[in-house]
């Protein structure tokens, strides 16, 4: 059965605008789990924007299911991903002037460092995920540094689905259907799972969760935008609806 792991970066977002101590984070990944939610995932992002490391080390005291730390491929944040020991851990690209990460890992360009630090957070037993485009030769890269778990990045297909008005079987929503099946094809192949994430929401996670062989979606945004009209524990169980019902359709 495919699994969701809910992104609640932003309820810390809505915090961070006032400096305060609410929307607390803890709250929300408690509220995400009685929906529903398979595991919580938070980006925290070297500039500290949204989460900050209290909130992760909280998360992995309070949190009962899988903690996925999204983070930058440096040392530093190698280092904090060691002491806070989360379930797994996803590399990810990471600017400081973009407002969402754009993009995936270039693991073929920093194949050598992405390697060592691979090796230090699988000798702590924590899994380790990259966050690619649907490039062969990164998942290919991948899979020589040891990494066990690829996200594809759902991105590219997020924004045509919506910019040809949610219509799925146009040719080019289809065209970047095809290109996420077939790196989730490869992602099998070389004996890794295959994850996807970045940009779903109500209207276009169902062909996505319906591709073959895939795991489990990380979906943030689209939640949090619903859970302000119906809750957060009642928007998880409709994304897990909809996941649910695209495998039987």
């Keep these: 059965m495919i699994k969701l792991g809910v992104n609640i970066d932003h309820v810390a977002t809505l915090r961070q605008a006032r400096l305060t101590y609410e929307p607390d984070p803890i709250w929300a990944a408690v509220e995400a789990h009685l929906g529903g939610a398979d595991g919580i995932t938070v980006h925290l992002r070297e500039d500290r924007r949204h989460i900050q490391d209290a909130d992760v080390m909280r998360l992995r005291t309070h949190t009962q299911i899988k903690l996925n730390l999204e983070m930058a491929a440096t040392q530093e944040m190698v280092d904090l991903a060691l002491k806070i020991s989360p379930e797994m851990v996803m590399l990810v690209p990471e600017g400081r002037k973009e407002i969402t990460t ?43 540094c040891g990494v066990e778990v690829c996200e594809v990045h759902t991105g590219p297909y ?16 289809q065209t970047e259907l095809k290109k996420i099946a077939n790196a989730g094809d490869l992602i099998n192949t070389l004996d890794m799972k295959f994850n996807a994430g970045h940009a779903l929401n109500y209207f276009n996670v169902e062909p996505i969760a319906a591709l073959k062989n895939i795991r489990e979606l990380h979906i943030g945004h ?10 957060i524990r ?16």
Excluded at 114 to 136: E, N, R, Y
Excluded at 241 to 249: F, Q, S
């Design 102 to 144: 754009e993009g995936g890992l270039d693991v073929v360009a920093k194949s050598k460092s992405i390697s060592g630090m691979v090796q230090q957070l699988k000798d702590k037993g924590i899994i380790v995920s990259t966050f690619l485009d649907a490039d062969f030769e990164q998942i290919k890269a991948s899979k020589a």
């Design 158 to 173: 997020a924004h045509i689905f919506h910019k040809k008005g949610r219509d799925q079987y146009s040719n080019e929503v």
């Design 222 to 231: 689209a939640i949090i935008s619903r859970s302000f009209f119906v809750g």
């Design 234 to 249: 009642e928007a998880v169980k409709e994304m897990k609806r909809l996941m649910r019902e695209a495998l039987i359709k």
